[in-house]
């Protein structure tokens, strides 16, 4: 099995996560991943996942699904973006869809293929999914969704009556004649497919199970990754997505051999709690956990050759690679907490503060502050004047309570992100965003198969 052992005493002064894909430059090895239907969380839809992903410096993948137009999508800003595409029955739809991705610059097209017919998505069935019309397929497409569903998913319904359940290998040749494009498969899980793709010369794999929403009980993505990595004896790039929730995650993702990891969830959870800064934060959280893991793993680059991690921090004699990393543990001190200390009290959730002869604290019935700009610390309206506690006006032990409550609301974690997606968001959109298929196994074990990774 693998494990993780961190080294130490390398020179970590300098960490570079930047890589390239297809001869792109991206700032770290995260991308977003493409999913559906982004004005569910947001008005302005995937444009806000856009602007944020091009303010982080990295790639986006821009969903078949997506609320607003691929045109929308290019103009709202400059940079590097590939478009997901599905094979439909009507193959002058996804032509035609091609073709406008490269005519408004997309630099590939990242093909979904494990999606013959769409997995059996029970929280959509029980929610009774409504589906917007897609932007891209407006004009192309005419699908009578609430006619076809009779109650339950549209989406169901959509993807019975659209997508092509004869799509195969001889395919692929298809897709290469109707563009110039770069073709990433997307939806890989065995080394045998990942030879296939080779040898019909796509441009990249992505070790993908759909996010779990697919065929319950198929195995996690990081379960498999090696396997095809070593298929794929560095002929193209791979890639992986599902499960990653924290930066540790994506260097395990590295270090058994992947280009650069697809995040999906988690930038659906940002943008749904905080808009574009949310996504900014989320993409953001990951870089810094990134570079921290890589601080403490001695690692000063990011590496993507298994040959050389191997030579680097050793294996075991069944030729199983042995990956470095460390666990963190991150104790977070708050103006919370410092104010504790300061004054004794275990909690603020009933303090009150008012004004006598300085900062004082009330722990009764104080109503009203206002903030003193001449001062530069807080002065209060007096209501009481029972249970004081006057506080020194040293600058360095003041209480903000602004700043306070901001980092009380901030989250600091995937986890924290997702419970704010889910108290913002409708039911039905949450569980469009978060389920799985079936029994939701493979959803768990996305995760789950991270953290035997110790």
Known sequence: MHRLRPRILVDVSKIDMSTTLLGYKMQSPIIVAPTGIHKYAHPEGEVVTARAAAACNTLMVLSFSSSRKLEDVASSCNSIRFYQLYVYKNREVSATLV????????????????????????????????????????????????????GGSDLEAFASQTLDPSLCWKDIEWLRSITSLPIILKGILTAE????????????IVVSNHGARQLDYSPATISVLEEVVKAVSGAVPVLLDG???????????????????????????????????????????????????????????????????????GCYSNDLLVITIVKITRQICTKRKQWDELTGL?????IHLSLHSGLAVD????????????SDWFRLQEKSSRTKIVVTK????????????????????????????????????????????????TLRENMEAFKRIM
């Open 193 to 204: 497919d990942a030879i296939n793709a080779v040898e019909l010369g796509v441009s990249g």
């Open 243 to 313: 499960g990653v929730r924290r930066g540790t995650d994506v260097f395990k993702a590295l270090a058994l051999g992947a280009k650069a990891v697809l995040v999906g969830r988690p930038i659906l959870y940002g943008l749904a709690a905080k808009g574009e800064n949310g996504v900014k934060s989320v993409i953001k959280m990951l870089q810094g956990e990134l570079e921290l893991t890589m601080a403490l793993c001695d690692c000063y680059a990011c590496l993507f050759d298994i040959e050389w991690i191997s030579r680097h921090f």
């Open 99 to 150: 073709r406008r991705a490269e005519k408004y610059g997309f630099k590939a097209i990242v093909l979904t293929v494990d999606t013959p017919r769409l997995g059996r998505r029970e929280k959509d069935i029980k929610n009774k999914l409504i589906l917007p019309q897609l932007s891209n397929l407006e004009g192309l497409l005419n699908v009578d969704v609430e006619q076809v569903s009779k």
């Open 363 to 374: 722990r009764t019935n104080c109503k009203q502050r206002e903030f003193d700009q001449e």
């Open 394 to 441: 040293d600058r360095s032990r003041e209480l903000r309570i602004g700043e306070q409550k901001k980092m009380e609301d901030e989250p600091v974690n995937i986890r924290e992100f997702e419970e704010r997606a889910k108290q913002v968001l409708p039911k039905m959109f949450f569980d469009y965003y978060n389920g799985g298929a079936e029994d939701e196994h």
């Open 346 to 350: 275990q909690t603020l959730a009933n």
